[in-house]
């Protein structure tokens, strides 16, 4: 059975809607924003806008959904194994893109922090949980899943205690947590 197409402009419109409201978020913090000021910057009517979200909350998702973690997901998901190479690699992908979203967002970065969070501990878990079944290791399901969660709220921590914390290069600081985190990922 063949997929049926979306019709190019339904798309148009809701790129236009992502687009105007990357815009209106560097200008505004998020709670302050309104759909008026999300459709003005569109130039489309309210009713347009409810025909492609429920709130500015469910743009927000797609935005971060659509746009910005599409970026990090294509860095994250090119690695075949979990090795010092791969860690290196996803600490910089997700240090980059937290830089990069605290400077398009400025306004809005705090009131996005807590969803940015949440999604970015879910896509590492599943990287990591996909890494660790490649590893072809002898451990049950479970504590491999276990395993991807610890990785990636640990990697998603480090992100956040380099950025508040550390005045090192990313590079330099995740070579330094190196021979911790590979110590901890021995398997016995």
């Known amino acids: 059975m063949e997929k049926s197409k979306v019709d190019p402009r339904i798309l148009r419109t809701r790129r236009l809607l992502i687009d105007s409201f990357m815009k209106v978020v560097q200008l505004k913090d998020f709670k302050d924003i ?11 009517n309210r009713a347009t806008f409810y025909a492609h979200f429920v709130d500015k909350y469910d743009l ?5 959904s659509e746009n910005i973690l599409k970026n990090i997901q294509e860095k994250l998901n090119c ?42 501990k879910k896509e590492l878990e599943t990287v990591f949980h996909s890494l660790l079944l490649k590893q072809d290791l002898k451990i049950e399901k479970e504590a491999l899943k276990i ?7 640990g ?5 956040v205690d380099w950025h508040h914390n550390s005045s090192l290069p ?10 911790y ?8």
């Not at 990697?155 to 992100?159: E, M, P, R, V």
């Not at 985190?181 to 016995?188: F, S």
């Open 34 to 44: 309104t759909i008026k000021d999300i459709t003005d910057e569109a130039t489309v």
């Open 79 to 120: 690695h075949d194994q979990l090795d010092e190479e791969s860690i290196t690699k996803i600490f910089l992908s997700v240090t980059e893109f937290q830089n990069d979203l605290r400077t398009q967002c400025k306004k809005s970065y705090e009131s996005f922090s807590t969803m940015i969070e949440n999604k970015i």
């Open 147 to 153: 395993g991807a969660v610890m990785l990636s709220w």
């Open 155 to 159: 990697i998603y921590g480090a992100c």
């Open 60 to 64: 927000q998702d797609a935005v971060l």
């Open 170 to 179: 990313a590079e330099q600081y995740i070579k330094m947590a190196m021979p």
């Open 181 to 188: 985190l590979l110590n901890a990922m021995t398997y016995r």
